[in-house]
């Protein structure tokens, strides 16, 4: 969960950036594409591999 609070923060500073209104944290997750998930997954996935490498 904490990647996706990761890219939600992103996007706020991105539509910060262009002066726009973000949408709130639910309706983000709601609303991410397949591709997103999966990009979350890989990324979560690769994560946790590190992590688990670095407690060896």
Do not use: W
């Not at 539509?15 to 726009?20: I, Q, V």
């Not at 983000?28 to 998930?37: A, C, M, P, Y």
């Amino acid at each position: 969960m904490m990647d996706y609070r990761i890219g939600f923060e992103n996007y706020k500073e991105a539509c910060e950036r262009h002066h726009l209104e973000p949408v709130n944290f639910h309706y983000f997750l709601i609303n991410l594409s397949q591709d997103q998930l999966s990009a979350y997954h890989t990324h979560a996935l690769e994560k946790r591999g590190k992590s688990e490498l670095a407690n060896l």
